[in-house]
């Protein structure tokens, strides 16, 4: 049986040990590595918060700019943020408006760093790729680094199963992450076609390396493609060979990375059950990086856009636990007052990583552009970004 660990790896010996400065540290509220590039504050003169103007400033940025700049919004943004957005949408969704933006000179993207990146490799050489600020990370992202899962491949080598592994990468990874997945045929997955990225790579061969969210890939192999909990196996970057046995790695179906989402890792068996008894008659609906234990008992699972679009469609007076980050279901809930939305745990649960995107940044961002000098450009290098690009378009052909 496997387990959904989700504890911060302990100590472990030194190659494996976890890196200081991660999304994780700077949730704890610890030092940020200076060696991260996301663990530098804001190179420039942010307006204060408490800047009565902040919002005419935008505004007036934002109307110099015109066409030249297209402004991306996260579904989990704060309101503060989304409220000058041209666009929202999940991940993926925002990558593909930015591509379809081909005249705009400068996107600004109101989310975190893997999704900046995502831009950046879709998008025109001469388009610029803004993330107003760099400590935007994602936790689950930097879970799974390049130097990590390049040695989980030296052991599924050593142990002859690379060239029956298939690597599947969830699109809330790093672009080196998903360089890795192009490079060794694999390709990148949604939390909306999840299924038919399996479905496809169990086509292509017999294992899949699923990075770097334990819980998506457990719950679609378990759940949709009808695999058991004892086919999945959970590889810790932190200990030799992953934690497992030879043998263990042999025979998984599913190689699940030891990674997960701070956010909706949060949500337990015990919420739900607690709201069914706060709110009589709740439909609870989660996202599927929830747990495997949360994502059973709950009544609806499905990706960010599937959430908002099951509210829509949902009858006046229905009631509904919401099991997703806490500025969308503020915002849904203002968005249907027929319809009691409650948040799933009691406790707050943003994802305080985008929410380090407020409104000075925004405004810090959009002021540099008026005045020609762009701030916090993302780049991805382009041996990296032609990899990258290959298991996204492998996506785009799922079947
Ligand atoms: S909600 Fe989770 S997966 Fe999304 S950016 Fe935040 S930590 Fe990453």
């Known amino acids: 049986m496997t387990s959904t660990d989700t504890s911060s790896p302990g100590q472990a010996a030194t190659v494996f040990a976890e890196p200081a ?38 505004l007036a940025a934002k109307e110099k700019l015109g066409e030249r700049v297209f402004i991306l919004g996260h579904h989990y943004q704060r309101d503060e943020v989304v409220q000058f957005a041209d666009v929202t949408g999940d991940s ?48 689950m992202a ?28 969830y699109m809330n990874s790093s672009a080196d992450i998903k360089a890795f997945t192009g490079k060794h045929g694999g390709t990148i997955c949604t939390s909306s ?33 009808g695999l ?22 042999r025979d998984a179906k599913m190689i699940l990375w030891r990674g997960h989402c701070s956010v909706h890792g949060r949500f337990t068996k015990e919420c739900v059950d607690e709201v069914r008894e706060r709110v009589p008659g709740v439909n609870v609906l989660v996202h599927p990086e929830c747990r495997y234990e949360v994502v059973e008992s709950a009544d609806y699972v499905g990706s960010t856009e599937y959430i908002i679009k099951t509210l829509e469609a949902a009858e006046p007076g229905t009631k ?16 249907h007052p027929d319809k009691q939305i409650v948040f799933l745990d009691k406790s707050v649960c943003y994802c305080s990583t985008m929410n380090r995107i407020d409104l000075p940044h925004l405004v810090w961002t959009l002021e540099s552009l008026v005045a020609g000098k762009p701030v916090n450009r993302i780049t991805v290098a382009p041996d990296t970004a032609a990899l990258a690009q290959a298991a996204l378009e492998q996506m785009l052909a799922l079947p």
């Open 142 to 169: 930097d879970m799974a680094t390049a130097e990590q899962v390049e040695q989980c491949w030296d052991v599924l080598d050593e142990l002859g199963l690379a060239e029956r592994v298939v690597p599947v990468s």
């Open 21 to 58: 400065g991660t999304a994780l540290s700077l949730l704890l509220g610890q030092a940020a590595d200076p060696r991260s590039e996301r663990g530098v504050e804001c190179p420039g003169d942010l307006p204060a918060p408490s800047d009565p103007d902040l919002v005419a400033r935008a």
């Open 320 to 335: 509904w636990a919401l099991g997703t980050e806490l500025n969308l279901v503020r915002r849904l809930a203002n968005a």
């Open 228 to 249: 058991s909990l004892d086919d999945c196996v959970l590889y810790n970057p932190y200990k030799p060979m992953g934690g497992l046995t030879a043998d263990q790695l």
């Open 193 to 225: 076609n999840a299924e038919r990225a399996l479905t496809w790579a169990f086509e292509q061969g017999e294992q899949v390396l699923f990075l770097p969210d334990q819980h998506l890939g457990r719950n679609t192999a378990v759940r949709q493609l």
């Open 92 to 139: 993926f969704k925002l990558a593909r408006d930015a591509a379809n933006r081909p005249d705009a000179e400068y996107i600004v993207f109101c989310g975190v760093h893997f999704m900046a990146e995502s831009a950046d490799i879709l998008t025109a050489d001469e388009q610029q790729v803004l993330l107003p600020d760099l400590a935007a990370g994602c936790s």
